[in-house]
């Protein structure tokens, strides 16, 4: 989400890009949403602010919104490459049952913006016979994950993404879960991993630097250090290279 | 150590001591950049030796270069601000972009590719072109077996 703003919708030049570069200043955005973006470009219902804090609701609510503009041909803040418009009817499923539930008869997901679109696409969906997701608050993290899967599967691809060319949708937060850093690749370690041992992650957390590293963690902690899922290929091949005597002494000076 | 390809950043070792990568990988060049990191990845650390794959101790030092990259890039690019405080200034102050960030990620899935589909003829290298699956180097000879 780091390039998320383009300069044709910034409402004036901001020095925090300036002066950070490379670095999204989150927090001023989410004060100020009028002074980093223009006003078409926000969804009324929802504050953009850092992703990592968003709901998956106004998170989508505003890479629909985009995309709505992109198809309209007018200025959008990001440009979406395949555009993965499945993503974004499954998400009117989630806002339509979200809304139905807090009592909001309003059924728009854009803040009133694509009042019309968005009910067109629900009857399209209804006509087709497409499943709708019953909101569930044990369920809220792994919608995410269930969206971006679908983003994956159609080969969709945002190009504000900064994991993005391969279309895998949890890219788009993979830099703040891997800013976050361990917790984030702990949580992935110990899905693959026993009950027994899962426990003993927990109280035994991986140290920060490579000389506190006993061989025998050194896999687990070349896991924890990137959710780049190229990395963690690479990560994962590790236990198919060959073991030479040259490799094993070397190993043991570390 | 490093008898293959390029030597490696000074601080791409098990013996690294410091939860920070060094002021020097934040500079636009020089031996421990960023820009030497990738260089050295271009220049394939996992390559043949004496005609054998790349044994663990190489792969293993090689994903950790890789992995301190990202993780450093990451707590540069996608930090909270709440959290920057607490980081050295040259981390802070650093001139790392999300191009880098790109330029990075581009070598992972170099390596990944070379891992995948072993060794590019040395031929397509030199006119550029992408081989053909037929041209690549047959599976015994794969980088990880």
């Known amino acids: ?254 | 150590m490093n008898a293959v390809g390029r030597p490696a950043p000074d601080w791409g070792h098990w013996g690294y001591g410091k939860e920070f990568l060094p002021a020097s990988f934040h500079k636009t060049t020089g031996a421990g950049s960023l820009s030497h990191v990738v260089s050295w990845i271009k220049g394939n650390p996992l390559t043949l030796f004496r005609d054998e794959p790349a044994g663990y101790y190489r792969v293993e030092n090689t994903l950790l270069v890789l992995g301190l990259t990202l993780r450093e890039l990451a707590r540069v690019l996608f930090m909270e601000e709440d959290t920057f405080q607490d980081y050295p200034a040259y981390v802070r102050n650093s001139e790392l972009t999300i191009k880098d960030w790109d330029n990075a990620r581009v070598g992972c899935q170099m390596l990944v590719n070379y891992v995948q589909d072993g060794p590019v003829p040395k031929s397509d290298e030199s006119n550029g072109k992408a081989p053909d699956s037929a041209s690549r180097v047959p599976e015994k000879n794969k980088v990880l077996q």
């Open chain 1, 1 to 254: 989400m780091v390039l998320l703003l383009s300069i044709n919708c910034l409402t004036a030049p901001i020095p925090d890009f300036q002066n950070l570069p490379g670095r999204t200043p989150w927090l001023g955005i989410g004060k100020n949403n009028d002074a980093h973006i223009v006003k078409k470009c926000q969804v009324d219902k929802h504050t953009l602010q850092d992703p990592s804090r968003m709901s998956q609701q106004a998170v989508i609510a505003y890479l629909s919104h985009w995309y709505k503009r992109q198809e309209a041909d007018k200025d959008v803040p990001l440009k979406f490459l395949n555009p993965p418009g499945h993503v974004f009817e499954m998400h009117d499923d989630i806002t339509h049952e979200v809304d139905k539930v807090a009592g909001d008869k309003d059924n728009n997901n854009d803040g009133g913006k694509d009042n019309e679109e968005g009910e067109s696409s629900q009857e399209r969906r209804a006509a087709k016979g497409k499943h709708v997701v019953k909101p569930s608050a044990d369920r809220g993290a792994r919608k995410k994950d269930d969206v971006a899967q679908s983003v994956n599967a159609g080969g969709g691809n945002i190009s504000i993404a900064t994991e993005d060319q391969e279309g895998d949708g949890r890219d788009v937060d993979e830099g703040q879960n891997e800013f976050r850093g361990r917790p984030a690749a702990n949580r992935k370690r110990e899905a693959n991993q026993g009950g027994v041992e899962r426990k003993k992650k927990k109280e035994d957390p991986l140290p920060i630097t490579p000389a506190e590293v006993d061989p025998e963690l050194r896999k687990a902690f070349l896991e924890s250090l990137s959710d780049d899922k190229r990395y963690q290929k690479l990560v994962g091949l590790l236990d198919t290279a060959n073991v030479s005597i040259v490799d094993l002494f070397c190993y043991s000076k570390g």
